[in-house]
């Protein structure tokens, strides 16, 4: 249960704008990204005494030991394309109904990233919405919430759509465990009807089922151990979930440990295409110490994977291939037992000695090979003492990629000593040399050599841990990327070497090609985003949800000082001019604007014209300025014919007013 003792100010992974420079792009972008990510992870990674009670009374804190109290969201949001800058912007849709409200950063440098932090968007009222991030570039988008009260986080991606999801696990006061599960309606033009069938272990027909409606856009959240159709289900059940729905949905679940203080951990919901007969999961941990480099931490980290059969016609047989990383099992290679998981059904395989293959002391990687049936699997990992915990979804061969981007690592950063580690797993069918290029907080590359290059055999990892690479002082933070010619997955963990943090993984990002990008790969969703809000855990049946705002959690920035954020003021409505500038004038905007175009949008552009496509440029780049060749100085829509929209047809600088 949590404690009320006071915490120093928190402040949020995903706060600070990122600041880019010229030259050195990627890797000055990068850098940027990661200081953005960083400078507010010193609390909040710190869930004991770097981080601050709510200043209201929590909400289920009787119960949601993690969850409990003001949950708070910040998003980074990374332009993946190699050569091209990205505008996004997110639509965010209020759980409980509402029109939704709309957020944009424009001029996303390559590579770099735009800063969502809810607390700070003052257009936004307080509760729980449902997200949809878009852009004209490749994006991922990583989450982090954390419930202040209570020191719970968890660290996340955005959730692929589908319209036959599964979730995996689902628990019902199980180990003192109970799953808070969002349902989003990515169609923003119709209803989508959701069938939800909660199946417990040991059984493929449900044991509960209930269909709810989801507005356009917005989400529904099902607290499990309080949803009225799941009351016949009983307190010590563990399975799956399987949504089936009308339009693609998005699915996002938490699991809080009742048990502990600060344990929480979010997985996404699985697409039952997305399915496969090979898993791949970087890191699983058998009474591994939380430091690896100290074999005698008196705390220790535990994996499981939960897996599910999707095929509802035939058992399927499921084994794990482990390759050892490091520490007791380092070199050495393992096999599970054989087990089948019924038609429709889950099983949950332990690393963990005596029911698992692994010794104990032992990281490795592990390969999910399922015959006669394809499946979906996550993998949980938790830390004891202390009842710490993370988890992410397990990658299919075709999530791969040569390049992926690993936003952010730090190295014994703040009083709770928050390292993350790398760990990077070899999907391809040969032997690759991985190259990890490590940024510093201030954009120049961690000169560390040997100690960032690794040979990786097929099937198996290799484990980076900053405190034993001498090239990355303690207290540092920053950005990495990995490369190598096969393909590569990466899952990073944020771990406490005093357990003052909640343990936090997500999923690397595979890097985008030069140009590459569009609309459709550039959606994105996120079931569940609060702002100082808790969701109800009674939906009703039209599936709305009541958000129970509390007070605002201030924040603080790597130091523990209380920073301010900036907030630009507000330019006096410009005035329409039909004339152009002269060579050098200031902007100027076209009549063909009032009325069409929201006036903070202009108000925006005008006040940072350097930000807006075109400023400054000759009509024709390749001559010399000149009567016949202006600047562009006129601030006007892309396509004058078609309506505004911040993405698909935003404003522009053209060298003449209509």
Same mark, same amino acid.
């Given at each position: 249960?949590?404690?009320?003792?006071?915490?120093?100010?928190?402040?949020?992974?995903?706060?600070?704008?990122?600041?880019?420079?010229?030259?050195?792009?990627?890797?000055?972008?990068?850098?940027?990204?990661?200081?953005?990510?960083?400078?507010?992870?010193?609390?909040?990674?710190?869930?004991?005494?770097?981080?601050?009670?709510?200043?209201?009374?929590?909400?289920?804190?009787?119960?949601?030991?993690?969850?409990?109290?003001?949950?708070?969201?910040?998003?980074?949001?990374?332009?993946?394309?190699?050569?091209?800058?990205?505008?996004?912007?997110?639509?965010?849709?209020?759980?409980?109904?509402?029109?939704?409200?709309?957020?944009?950063?424009?001029?996303?440098?390559?590579?770099?990233?735009?800063?969502?932090?809810?607390?700070?968007?003052?257009?936004?009222?307080?509760?729980?919405?449902?997200?949809?991030?878009?852009?004209?570039?490749?994006?991922?988008?990583?989450?982090?919430?954390?419930?202040?009260?209570?020191?719970?986080?968890?660290?996340?991606?955005?959730?692929?759509?589908?319209?036959?999801?599964?979730?995996?696990?689902?628990?019902?006061?199980?180990?003192?465990?109970?799953?808070?599960?969002?349902?989003?309606?990515?169609?923003?033009?119709?209803?989508?009807?959701?069938?939800?069938?909660?199946?417990?272990?040991?059984?493929?027909?449900?044991?509960?089922?209930?269909?709810?409606?989801?507005?356009?856009?917005?989400?529904?959240?099902?607290?499990?151990?309080?949803?009225?159709?799941?009351?016949?289900?009983?307190?010590?059940?563990?399975?799956?979930?399987?949504?089936?729905?009308?339009?693609?949905?998005?699915?996002?679940?938490?699991?809080?440990?009742?048990?502990?203080?600060?344990?929480?951990?979010?997985?996404?919901?699985?697409?039952?295409?997305?399915?496969?007969?090979?898993?791949?999961?970087?890191?699983?941990?058998?009474?591994?110490?939380?430091?690896?480099?100290?074999?005698?931490?008196?705390?220790?980290?535990?994996?499981?994977?939960?897996?599910?059969?999707?095929?509802?016609?035939?058992?399927?047989?499921?084994?794990?291939?482990?390759?050892?990383?490091?520490?007791?099992?380092?070199?050495?290679?393992?096999?599970?037992?054989?087990?089948?998981?019924?038609?429709?059904?889950?099983?949950?395989?332990?690393?963990?000695?005596?029911?698992?293959?692994?010794?104990?002391?032992?990281?490795?990687?592990?390969?999910?090979?399922?015959?006669?049936?394809?499946?979906?699997?996550?993998?949980?990992?938790?830390?004891?003492?202390?009842?710490?915990?993370?988890?992410?979804?397990?990658?299919?061969?075709?999530?791969?990629?040569?390049?992926?981007?690993?936003?952010?690592?730090?190295?014994?950063? *703040? /009083? !709770?000593?928050?390292? +993350? #580690?790398?760990?990077?797993?070899?999907?391809? $069918? &040969?032997?690759?040399?991985? %190259?990890? @290029?490590?940024?510093?907080?201030?954009?120049?590359?961690?000169?560390?050599?040997?100690?960032?290059?690794?040979?990786?055999?097929?099937?198996?990892?290799?484990?980076?841990?900053?405190?034993?690479?001498?090239?990355?002082?303690?207290?540092?933070?920053?950005?990495?990327?990995?490369?190598?010619?096969?393909?590569?997955?990466?899952?990073?963990?944020?771990?406490?070497?005093?357990?003052?943090?909640?343990?936090?993984?997500?999923?690397?990002?595979?890097?985008?090609?030069?140009?590459?990008?569009?609309?459709?790969?550039?959606?994105?969703?996120?079931?569940?985003?609060?702002?100082?809000?808790?969701?109800?855990?009674?939906? *009703? /049946? !039209?599936?709305?949800? +009541? #958000?129970?705002?509390?007070?605002?959690?201030? $924040? &603080?920035?790597?130091?523990? %000082?209380? @920073?301010?954020?900036?907030?630009?003021?507000?330019?006096?409505?410009?005035?329409?001019?039909?004339?152009?500038?002269?060579?050098?004038?200031?902007?100027?905007?076209?009549?063909?604007?009032?009325?069409?175009?929201?006036?903070?949008?202009?108000?925006?552009?005008?006040?940072?014209?350097?930000?807006?496509?075109?400023?400054?440029?000759?009509?024709?780049?390749?001559?010399?300025?000149?009567?016949?060749?202006?600047?562009?100085?006129?601030?006007?829509?892309?396509?004058?014919?078609?309506?505004?929209?911040?993405?698909?047809?935003?404003?522009?600088?053209?060298?003449?007013?209509?």
């Amino acid at each position: 249960m949590f404690r009320s003792h006071r915490r120093r100010p928190a402040d949020h992974p995903f706060l600070h704008a990122a600041a880019h420079r010229r030259g050195r792009l990627v890797l000055r972008r990068l850098a940027a990204l990661a200081i953005a990510a960083a400078a507010a992870l010193a609390a909040l990674a710190a869930g004991g005494p770097n981080d601050r009670i709510a200043t209201t009374s929590p909400v289920h804190a009787a119960r949601l030991a993690g969850i409990s109290g003001a949950g708070v969201v910040g998003c980074q949001v990374v332009n993946l394309d190699r050569a091209q800058p990205a505008t996004v912007v997110v639509d965010l849709y209020k759980q409980g109904g509402g029109a939704p409200v709309s957020i944009s950063r424009p001029n996303v440098p390559a590579g770099a990233a735009a800063n969502f932090y809810l607390p700070n968007e003052s257009v936004l009222a307080n509760g729980a919405f449902a997200g949809i991030f878009s852009s004209d570039r490749e994006i991922r988008v990583i989450c982090r919430t954390d419930w202040n009260v209570s020191g719970g986080a968890a660290l996340y991606e955005d959730s692929p759509p589908g319209t036959d999801i599964v979730v995996a696990p689902a628990v019902k006061a199980f180990g003192g465990q109970t799953s808070i599960v969002s349902v989003q309606n990515t169609d923003t033009g119709q209803q989508a009807s959701v069938a939800v069938d909660f199946v417990a272990r040991g059984s493929a027909a449900p044991a509960a089922s209930t269909t709810i409606a989801i507005a356009p856009g917005t989400s529904a959240t099902l607290d499990l151990g309080r949803f009225p159709q799941f009351a016949t289900v009983p307190g010590g059940t563990i399975g799956h979930l399987r949504i089936r729905s009308s339009v693609p949905v998005a699915v996002q679940a938490f699991v809080d440990d009742e048990t502990s203080q600060r344990g929480v951990y979010g997985f996404q919901g699985v697409p039952v295409d997305q399915a496969a007969e090979r898993l791949f999961a970087p890191v699983v941990h058998a009474a591994a110490p939380v430091d690896p480099g100290d074999p005698t931490a008196l705390i220790v980290q535990s994996s499981r994977i939960d897996v599910v059969n999707v095929d509802g016609a035939s058992p399927a047989s499921v084994a794990l291939a482990y390759t050892g990383v490091a520490g007791a099992c380092a070199g050495q290679t393992y096999r599970s037992p054989s087990i089948t998981v019924d038609a429709g059904g889950s099983a949950t395989i332990d690393q963990t000695p005596p029911a698992g293959p692994l010794p104990a002391g032992c990281t490795a990687a592990a390969v999910v090979e399922a015959t006669g049936g394809k499946v979906v699997a996550t993998v949980l990992q938790t830390a004891r003492p202390g009842g710490l915990a993370a988890g992410y979804n397990a990658m299919r061969a075709e999530d791969g990629a040569t390049s992926v981007l690993l936003p952010l690592w730090r190295n014994q950063h *703040t /009083a !709770a000593r928050v390292s +993350t #580690a790398f760990h990077v797993m070899n999907l391809g $069918t &040969a032997p690759t040399e991985a %190259t990890l @290029t490590v940024l510093l907080q201030d954009g120049s590359t961690a000169a560390c050599g040997a100690a960032c290059t690794a040979t990786i055999p097929p099937g198996g990892a290799h484990q980076w841990w900053p405190p034993v690479i001498a090239a990355l002082p303690a207290g540092r933070y920053g950005a990495a990327f990995v490369t190598a010619d096969q393909p590569l997955a990466a899952v990073v963990t944020d771990t406490s070497a005093v357990g003052a943090a909640d343990l936090a993984s997500h999923v690397g990002a595979a890097r985008g090609t030069s140009g590459s990008g569009g609309l459709r790969s550039g959606r994105r969703y996120l079931p569940l985003l609060l702002k100082s809000g808790m969701q109800s855990s009674t939906p *009703t /049946a !039209a599936a709305t949800t +009541t #958000a129970m705002p509390t007070g605002v959690v201030p $924040t &603080a920035g790597p130091t523990g %000082t209380p @920073t301010p954020r900036p907030r630009p003021t507000t330019p006096p409505s410009p005035t329409p001019s039909p004339t152009v500038a002269a060579a050098g004038g200031g902007p100027q905007v076209g009549r063909d604007l009032q009325g069409r175009v929201p006036p903070a949008a202009i108000n925006q552009a005008m006040a940072d014209p350097s930000r807006v496509a075109g400023w400054g440029m000759p009509m024709n780049p390749n001559r010399p300025v000149g009567p016949d060749n202006p600047l562009r100085t006129c601030l006007a829509l892309r396509n004058p014919n078609q309506p505004y929209h911040p993405i698909f047809n935003g404003l522009v600088f053209k060298a003449s007013c209509p």
